[in-house]
Structure formats: structure tokens, C-alpha cells
């Protein structure tokens, strides 16, 4: 079983629809929780990160930590076509070096 | 502009070649890492340098080597060794002891013919 698990889509939806992506963890001991957008043949880019359970909110975004299900979720609220991305979901340890593991990302495509 | 700049974008190597990949940031990080991502998988770690003159392995270090001779710099040689290098690799760095906040360069993306 993978300790990180992300449906890989494709996703794809109106523009303006509320986005919903989701990742499982098996890990309980993942502490920290991030969210990266990945734009075609370029390099992640670090959109939400979170400590424990929660929410996190970032304009339009919203990160949402659920531990006693380790569930992570990232909402998209008004998606635009500009968020047609892969997003990935991670999490770490604490620890002096916190390993970090990635999901296998997912595809979203918002139609104009 | 801060950042972290990858090159080339895209390189060609035949099989029975080593072949160097470039990484320099300027966002004065002391820890830097070297990620292959491939599809339908998660990014896997190679390499990470939490500090000048220091390296460790990741999970898939095997063929792969790396030097960090100056702080901005983390070079990712690719030997004959690895057996499947054709993959998009990425390179990263974070503040000291924060890898959960990594800023990522543009990717390189490497194919053996």
C-alpha cells in the first residue's frame, strides 16, 4: 500500500464549478501537509501547507486536514481555466529532516 | 529574481554515457534535493543536501550521484549505472530543517536514446 494514495484523474469541470481534491495518507505520524501545483513540463509550486488537522484557507483555496480519517483535501472555489493543472498532494513527519511524500497528482481540467 | 534554476530544459544522452544535470538557487538555502518524477508515481527522492559538503541518499539513489561544493550549487550526475534514466527530474531547495516548504526549479528532462 502506498502511504500517500491521489486519484489521478483526469478531473474536469466547468469554470466556475467548486473543485474538490482529495488524497489518503496511511501514516499517522504525518504531521504536515501540502498541497503544490504543477503546470505542464514545469516544476511544482507550493500552493497550501498545513500543520495537524484543520483548515487553511488562501483565497480561493482551502486546505482541510482530517487526521482520524487521514484524509487531505484541497477545495477550488470560482475555478478558472488558469487552474488546469496537476496538483499534488504531500505530507511529512516531524523531525529534524521531515521525508517528504508525494502523491501521484491530479489532473484538472477547468473548461472555459 | 530569487529562484532556482534548472538546465538545460532538455537533454539527450546515449546509453553507456554519464551525464550531469545543473541545479543552482539563489534563495541562500542551506538544503537542496533532487526529485525524478515519473508517470503514474509520486516524486521520488535521489539525493538531499542539507548543507555545504554534505549529502545523503533517498530512496533511489542507485546510479545517481551528487557533489555540494558551494551553497548555491547541486549538480546531479546521471552514471551509466541507472538503468532506466529517461524521466523528468527536479530540483529543490528549502530554508534549514522547513523541506516541507520547497521551492522547485523548471525540471529537466533527460532521455536516453
Known amino acids: 500500500q502506498k502511504e500517500v494514495e491521489q486519484d489521478p484523474g483526469p478531473l474536469s469541470v466547468p469554470e466556475g464549478a467548486i473543485v474538490s481534491l482529495n488524497c489518503t495518507y496511511s501514516?499517522?505520524?504525518?504531521?504536515?501537509f501540502m498541497w503544490y501545483r504543477q503546470y505542464s513540463r514545469k516544476g511544482p509550486e507550493l500552493l497550501m501547507y498545513t500543520y495537524s488537522s484543520g483548515n487553511k484557507e488562501d483565497g480561493r483555496f482551502t486546505a482541510q486536514v482530517d487526521k482520524s480519517s487521514k484524509y487531505i483535501s484541497l477545495f477550488i472555489r470560482d475555478s478558472q481555466p488558469s487552474d488546469s493543472a496537476t496538483y499534488l498532494c504531500?505530507?511529512?513527519?516531524?523531525?529534524?529532516?521531515?521525508?517528504?511524500?508525494f502523491g501521484t497528482g491530479t489532473k484538472l481540467q477547468v473548461i472555459p | 529574481d530569487g529562484g532556482i534554476t534548472q538546465s538545460p530544459k532538455y537533454l539527450f544522452r546515449k546509453e553507456g554515457q554519464n551525464v550531469t544535470l545543473s541545479c543552482e538557487q539563489n534563495?541562500?538555502?542551506?538544503?537542496m534535493y533532487w526529485y525524478r518524477q515519473d508517470p503514474g508515481q509520486g516524486l521520488r527522492l535521489i539525493y538531499y543536501s542539507q548543507i555545504v559538503n554534505d549529502f545523503q541518499k533517498g530512496d533511489i539513489a542507485e546510479g545517481y550521484s551528487v557533489s555540494r561544493e558551494k551553497k548555491e550549487s547541486f549538480p546531479l550526475t546521471v552514471t551509466s549505472a541507472q538503468k532506466n534514466p529517461t524521466a523528468f527530474y527536479l530540483c529543490?531547495?528549502?530554508?534549514?530543517?522547513?523541506?516541507?516548504?520547497?521551492?522547485f526549479g523548471q525540471g529537466t528532462r533527460l532521455t536516453v536514446v
Open positions: 534563495l541562500n538555502h542551506d538544503a
Open positions: 504531500a505530507t511529512a513527519r516531524p523531525g529534524g529532516y521531515q521525508k517528504v511524500t
Open positions: 529543490a531547495s528549502s530554508e534549514q530543517g522547513t523541506n516541507t516548504e520547497a521551492f
Open positions: 501514516n499517522s505520524a504525518f504531521q504536515y
